[in-house]
């Protein structure tokens, strides 16, 4: 047992509790579909939906910045 344990890859398993606390947090933490393919759709769209999140919050961010450093004062 021991000579299998691939330390590097459970070192980032913090990482994934990350994403999925963050997805149950924003997203809710029930699936709705009642089929196996249906959950499986569903969590596909979750992730998707939580990457472009992400996306348009770095976005966002950049943006009120930038705003910040180049406007002129008042």
Known sequence: MREDFD??????????????SMIKRNLGSALHGRSYW????????LALTHNITIILHVELFYRA??????????
């Open 7 to 20: 330390s590097e890859r459970y070192g980032q398993r913090w990482q994934v509790e990350t994403v999925f």
């Open 38 to 45: 249906s959950q499986c759709r569903e969590l596909m769209l």
């Open 65 to 74: 910045v930038m705003t910040l450093l180049f406007s002129p004062d008042p």
